[in-house]
């Protein structure tokens, strides 16, 4: 019979043997942020300092690229959101880099940010091959790629996600717990609580996690979901 936790948290993660290495690049502090000081931080850079929402969104891709340097051939899940558009700006630089690249988007292209439309429009033009929208129609070739890529980028949610994942969203984050042998998450594993480490009914578990700025409470909470961490500076003033 199996045991019974209490927490769900518990079956996972066991803090006297799980072990993660925390790498601070440009960054000078090691402070935890919220979901909400996260926003305002973004905010501040945005709407203080005058600086692109676009140029925060290029540097945070080029952090993620600079851990990725390794690896030849990729799958990169991006939603429509601000966590995809860092998705879609990250496989355009593997690209020009010559390496191999499938990006698949979970969601409504149209229904994107503005950030995330103007780098999906870049990528129509610079290498429409290798865009992808997941369906049910071709799940199978998704699941595919993921098994045959050397590392799955999570682009999927940000550290804004608050609600249960559902539907064809729970669906692909099973798929790349379940196939990926490597998974590098953006800024924070989809489907995590940035506040909480909380699993919002299912959550990726990485490998290495690129977090920006600063370090995510959640990914401290629950560092079993995060796995290695890269905090990289990425141009928001302190």
Do not use: W
């Not at 051939?73 to 558009?85: E, K, L, M, Q, R």
């Not at 998705?87 to 940010?113: E, N, Q």
């Not at 609600?163 to 969203?169: A, D, N, W």
């Not at 629950?222 to 990425?234: E, L, R």
């Amino acid at each position: 019979m199996p045991v019974e936790y209490e927490n769900e948290l518990e079956y996972f993660y066991d803090p006297d043997e799980f072990h993660r290495e925390v790498v601070y690049v440009g960054v000078n502090s090691p402070e935890a942020v919220s979901r909400e000081e996260a926003r305002n931080a973004d905010k501040r850079a945005i709407e203080t300092f005058g600086i692109p929402s676009i140029l925060l969104m290029e540097n945070a891709a080029i952090a993620v690229v600079r851990e990725m340097k390794e690896y030849m051939v990729f799958a990169i899940v991006c939603s429509p959101g601000s966590n995809g558009g860092d998705g879609l700006a990250i496989a355009r630089h593997l690209c020009i880099m010559g390496k191999d690249v499938r990006v698949y988007i979970v969601g409504d292209p149209k229904k994107g940010s503005e950030d995330f439309k103007t780098n999906l429009k870049i990528m129509s033009k610079l290498a429409p091959e290798v865009l992808n929208t997941i369906n049910d129609e071709n799940f199978e070739e998704f699941e595919s790629a993921l098994k045959g890529c050397e590392t799955c980028i999570d682009a999927i949610f940000g550290t804004g996600l608050n609600r249960p994942v559902e539907g064809i969203y729970k669906r692909v984050i099973e798929a790349i717990n379940s196939l990926a042998s490597h998974v590098a998450s953006v800024d924070i594993p989809s489907g995590l609580d940035c506040d909480t480490g909380e699993e919002l009914g299912v959550a990726v578990r990485a490998t290495k996690t690129i977090t920006f700025h600063r370090m995510k409470k959640g990914l401290d909470i629950s560092p079993q979901f995060g796995g290695d961490v890269t905090v990289s500076y990425i141009g928001i003033p302190n």
